[in-house]
């Protein structure tokens, strides 16, 4: 009877020991349908029935093995896939370059294209582990320990070590999953067994930062959804901070592409003719910093055609939260002086430089951010087609950015308030402080300044003769 051998491989990607072993096979003259190999974990009865033990003796002066770098490179690869019949292939490979050196350069024969495509879906997973490992920071007493989870589609953890060390050299790091552990402890890599999700400690207050930052950088304009998911595989996503902003993220793009065929397929070119369509559009509106950080946008509110706009710098907290202008603390400031003033703002507008919350995220609360003045030039194309729809006689600028916001340039809102200033289309501006400022001052000064604006807001309600 012709003897089979079953030659064990120690761990699933010992390349190296399966080498070895299939070079003696070779020169043995085992053909590759008398081998198989015992991965680790599968049954004794797995292979053959009738069993022999490993490979046997090199005889002398037996020649030696014949490996292209090319075959060596693509079975370094092949050999880290998950398929159990992978060493079989590798090895029937072999064999036949024993007597067909050229073997490998014939990219149409069945073997070589199978080794070739075990090669290709290793090598996405070693990208793909690169790219996606999340650690989360756990604080300890002396150093900050970094654990990641992650789960690989193939034995590559080993493969990708080096990687990581380099990367992460000054860290000290674990990196769990379900096939092993990695563990560097800022000098030397140890191998671990095999873990659970539920070994890595979940919340970690860095995460709401890269999330912020994901949100930040995401980039609608050159969203190509497919292609996306082909680069970020949805099995990844489980284990990304970021993963579960992309849904909403896909679909404000997809919004913002809507709106743009319903400005007649230009993005900037021609302006909404409704405020409804205006709306919309900011609401899709991603060309600033400000308007990609998840936040909604709010939109104007109140009478149009309106004698008088009032424009503030960009909604804060609350009004994000509610969706309407001037709903906050400092809404509430200008409402009041609004109403002792006799200005009536049903018959008003009212809307705001910037139409997104630029904030920092500090625990759970969400802390104001000036505008900068890019990002308020860039939301003025908005103010403008809103004013133009509005057609106000009167626009009351509140603080810095609102005034910018109209000029497009900056001014000293302490030098140029409570005067009237010519606009285009017969219209006048009156710049004045921002009711928020009011908030921050204490009681003193407060009281002045209360005077000053409800002047402000007195002259406009001149101007407006009502
Ligand atoms: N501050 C503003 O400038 N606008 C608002 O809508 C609210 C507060």
């Not at 109140?302 to 309407?324: F, H, K, N, Y």
């Not at 009041?336 to 995220?361: E, K, M, P, S």
């Not at 729809?389 to 030098?415: D, E, F, K, M, Y």
């Amino acid at each position: 009877m012709t003897a089979l051998y079953r030659v064990p491989i120690a761990a699933h990607d010992d390349f190296e020991g399966w080498r070895d072993s299939a070079r003696r096979l070779i020169q043995a003259g085992i053909a590759p349908d008398r081998v198989g190999w015992a991965l680790p974990g599968a049954a004794a009865g797995d292979l053959f029935d009738a069993e022999v033990g490993p490979p046997p003796p090199t005889p002398a002066g037996t020649p030696p093995v014949r490996a292209s770098r090319g075959y060596i490179e693509l079975a370094q690869s092949a050999a880290l896939h998950a398929d159990p019949a992978r060493f079989d292939l590798l090895y029937r490979v072999l064999w036949r370059l024993q007597s067909a050196p050229r073997l490998m350069e014939d990219r149409a024969d069945p073997d070589v294209r199978a080794m070739d495509a075990l090669a290709r879906v290793v090598r996405r997973d070693i990208h793909k582990m690169r790219a996606f490992v999340r650690f989360r920071v756990i604080e300890c007493p002396e150093v900050d320990q970094y654990v990641a989870w992650f789960e690989p589609g193939h034995h590559i953890l080993a493969a990708n070590a080096g990687f990581f060390v380099r990367r992460f050299a000054a860290m000290r790091w674990s990196i769990l999953t379900p096939l092993g552990a990695l563990h560097w402890d800022g000098e030397v890599l140890h191998q671990g067994p095999p873990a659970n999700r539920s070994d890595v400690p979940g919340g970690d207050p860095a995460e709401d930062l890269w999330r912020t930052y994901y949100a930040a950088i995401f980039n609608p304009a050159r969203l190509k959804v497919d292609a996306m998911v082909k680069e970020m595989p949805r099995r990844y996503w489980k284990n990304l901070p970021e993963a579960d902003l992309i849904p909403e993220l896909i679909a404000q793009a997809q919004a913002r592409e809507a709106s743009m065929i319903a400005l007649g397929g230009e993005e900037m070119g021609r302006p909404p003719e409704t405020l409804a369509a205006l709306n919309d559009a900011v609401s899709a509106c991603r060309r600033c910093a400000i308007g990609c950080n998840g936040t909604r946008a709010v939109p104007g509110e109140g009478a149009s055609p309106a004698a008088l706009m009032i424009v503030g710098e960009q909604p804060g907290d609350t009004e994000e939260r509610t969706g309407r202008p001037f709903v906050g603390p400092a809404g509430q400031v200008l409402r009041d002086h609004a109403r002792r003033a006799g200005i009536d703002l049903a018959t008003a507008r009212l809307t705001n430089a910037v139409r997104h919350f630029r904030h920092t995220q500090q625990g759970k609360r969400r802390l104001h951010q000036t505008p900068q003045a890019r990002e308020i030039d860039t939301c003025r194309w908005w103010l403008d087609a809103e004013r133009a729809l509005v057609r106000p006689r009167l626009i009351v600028a509140l603080g810095a950015s609102a005034a910018r916001g109209i000029l497009g340039r900056t001014v000293g809102v302490q030098q140029e308030r409570g005067k009237l200033l010519p606009l285009d289309h017969g219209a006048q501006l009156l710049i004045t402080t921002h009711p928020s400022y009011l908030l921050r001052l204490g009681d003193t000064t407060r009281a002045e300044e209360e005077v000053r604006f409800a002047a402000d807001l007195a002259l406009a309600k001149r101007h407006l003769g009502e």
